[in-house]
């Protein structure tokens, strides 16, 4: 306590020196957990939209194709999933005719018993114009982005031409957003009775599609319908294994760049602290005569770093809360096109902010320790003789 | 009467980087208890020296010291910095208050080190010794907004605020006015007189050591006694 009152009075008498300490760690905290909050945030709505229109696990063995209702069945035990949906995909062409003349391009088809993906997917709640018509069979659902490059409207009609060169007319039922752009542009989904007509097969799937109640469960699932089922499988971890690399390998790089920003911080309380033991080189001699042990000269010195440090941290904490907040619920005009993205999204958890906290103290702590040390290690009479 | 300080063969040597100065040689010094000592010398005697080396401030090379008859281990720290805190008052030539607390924070220090808890009744202890002092209406000053006097009688509140044995001063009124100095040196020989408190000044005043009991002399390395 008596350490305290001292160290107070210290940090208090030097206000300009403890307030570039305290704005040291106040930055420092502050860029790296917007930014990781940031960071968090396009991460987590990147793997939204791949899993938006995308399944968990994709059920590609060769026993699927013929017995995929049987397959159904079985693995419909397993607790985890949420929906299966039977599916076949191919490639074709679309063609449309608006009012400038021919439209064609290339598309990824997928089939899909609609009724199930509905279920599985929420697939309701993707489509932003048109709606779901179940008895619809040869109903056609296309990207937003392909709808407005095409100039098309709800009920129009267009030709799908498959791989076999054989084309169907369809009529255009709904559009969707997934919010991932490579499905918004280049995807289209037609009923799975369809898209088997129109690849001359007869009730036969590509794969059979698992939805999950929580997506970071797919390891778990695919390893027990590996093991207790023989059945091949492919979850959306390994399907986008580069995208995750990519994004997990930048955040690390982000990390370990904006840490050097705390280096730079505690580098700060080190110069501060160093300043301020030189500068009461006399009054320790003082204390010292005076009968206040080393170990007190020390304490004193180690508090008032540690009182910089962790005022730096709550007001860094706070501030940051504070522009993830601002980032979060107000749009920002710019980044908007670019991301493909309304608005910024931000995501950072207790932990993470606990961690960062921790690592700061202790970076605090080991800076302020030194110079705290030297304090206490100062002979009394060098100290009071000094000038 | 017994010897609340004794000094035996006391040697303390200055290392410089061509030679050694060897400052206190075999010194002998024994107090009694409620003496009034002034010691002198010249500049570079090694007066300063040896009042620190009786405050436990500074190192010496050989010899003993004994402090209400127990001797000193210099390597138990922790003893002697609860000797420095309650049986030593020190003094200094240039009052050495630390500048950022008040009057009253200041003498209240000493006290606050061993008992935080009792900051109420440390405080009032504080302001009796700076009314003692004649400073009741400086409680709440900073040693920048006091006179060098007044700083003086607030350091020497400071000395006395653990009811220490021993109260050593170093010069302390090298750098007072005649006036000034005359209150300081009356004040301490009331303290001398009212508490029965030891006191050993160095000094360069003839008038301070004259109110003294006795007058030592260093002299090449050692102890004189002159009165």
């Known amino acids: 306590m008596f350490e ?150 709800i009920g129009d009609k267009l030709t799908l031409v498959s791989s076999e060169n054989q084309e169907i007319p369809l009529i255009i039922t709904g559009v969707f957003e997934s919010g991932y752009y490579e499905y918004d542009m280049n995807m289209v989904i037609i009923p799975l009775k369809t898209a088997q007509y129109m690849l001359y097969l007869d009730d036969e799937v590509s794969s059979l599609e698992i939805n999950l109640k929580n997506p970071y469960h797919a390891k778990k699932v695919s390893n027990i319908l590996f093991e207790k089922y023989n059945l091949f499988n492919r979850t959306w971890g390994d399907q986008n294994r580069n995208l995750l690399s990519a994004l997990s390998l930048e955040k690390t790089v982000m990390v370990v760049v904006f840490s050097l920003i705390i280096l730079i911080a505690a580098f700060v309380i080190w110069v501060i602290m160093n300043m301020l033991v030189r500068e009461k080189i006399k009054d320790i001699g003082i204390m010292r005569a005076m009968g ?45 096109s670019i991301y493909y993205i309304s608005k910024v999204p931000v995501e950072i958890s207790y932990k993470e902010i606990s961690v960062i906290v921790l690592l700061n103290l202790i970076v605090v702590f080991i800076s302020s320790v030194f110079p705290a040390y030297k304090a206490g290690k100062l002979e009394t009479m060098e100290a009071l003789r000094h000038e | ?111 606050l080190v061993q008992n935080f808890s009792d900051k109420k009744s440390i405080e009032n202890k504080a302001k009796e010794l700076l009314k003692k002092v004649g400073l009741e209406e400086r409680y709440n000053h900073k040693p920048s907004e006091l006179s060098g006097g007044e700083k003086q009688r607030v350091a020497i509140a400071r000395a006395l605020v653990n009811n220490p044995k021993i109260i050593l001063a170093d010069e302390p009124t090298g750098n007072l006015d005649e006036e000034t100095s005359e209150d300081i040196h009356n004040l301490l020989k009331k303290i001398n007189k009212e508490n029965n408190q030891t006191i050993i000044v160095v000094t360069h005043s003839k008038e301070l050591a004259n109110i003294t009991n006795k007058q030592y002399f260093v002299k090449q390395g050692k102890l004189i006694l002159e009165k």
């Open chain 2, 1 to 111: 009467m017994s010897n609340i300080l004794e000094l035996k063969n006391i040697n303390k040597t200055y290392k410089g980087k061509t030679e050694n100065l060897h400052i206190l040689k075999d010194l002998n010094l024994e107090v009694e208890e409620g003496d009034f000592i002034s010691i002198l010398g010249k500049s570079g005697s090694g007066k300063s020296t040896l009042l620190g080396i009786i405050g436990l401030l500074d190192n010496f090379d050989s010899g003993e010291i004994y402090i209400n008859n127990n001797k000193i281990d210099k390597f138990e720290s922790n003893n002697i910095d609860r000797l420095k805190n309650k049986d030593l008052g020190f003094v200094f030539q240039f009052h050495y208050l630390l500048p950022e607390f008040t009057a009253l924070e200041n003498v209240m220090i000493p006290c």
């Open chain 1, 292 to 336: 206040i042990s080393n170990k007190s000269v020390m304490k004193i010195f180690l508090l008032e770093g540690m009182m910089i440090g962790l005022t730096g941290i709550i007001i860094g904490i706070f501030m940051s809360l504070g522009i993830l907040w601002i980032l979060e619920n107000y749009t920002l005009s710019g980044i908007t």
């Open chain 1, 4 to 153: 305290f009152f001292i160290a107070k009075k210290h940090i208090f008498q030097k206000k300009k020196q403890s307030l570039i300490g305290i704005l040291g760690v106040t930055i420092g905290i502050t860029v790296l957990i917007v930014s990781l909050g940031i960071s968090n945030g396009l991460d987590k709505n990147m793997i939204n939209s791949i899993l938006s229109l995308g399944s968990h696990i994709s059920v590609v063995d060769t026993r699927v194709r013929k017995s995929y209702n049987a397959l159904e069945k079985e693995i419909k035990s397993i607790n985890e999933i949420k929906g299966i949906v039977p599916k076949i995909s191919s490639q074709g062409l679309l063609k449309y005719k608006n009012e400038y003349g021919d439209y064609v391009s290339g598309v990824k088809i997928d089939g899909f018993d609609i009724e199930k993906a509905d279920k599985a997917m929420d697939l309701n709640k993707r489509i932003v114009e048109g709606k779901i018509d179940l008895n619809k069979k040869n109903g056609i659902y296309i990207g937003k982005e392909l709808y407005k490059d095409m100039m098309a409207n």
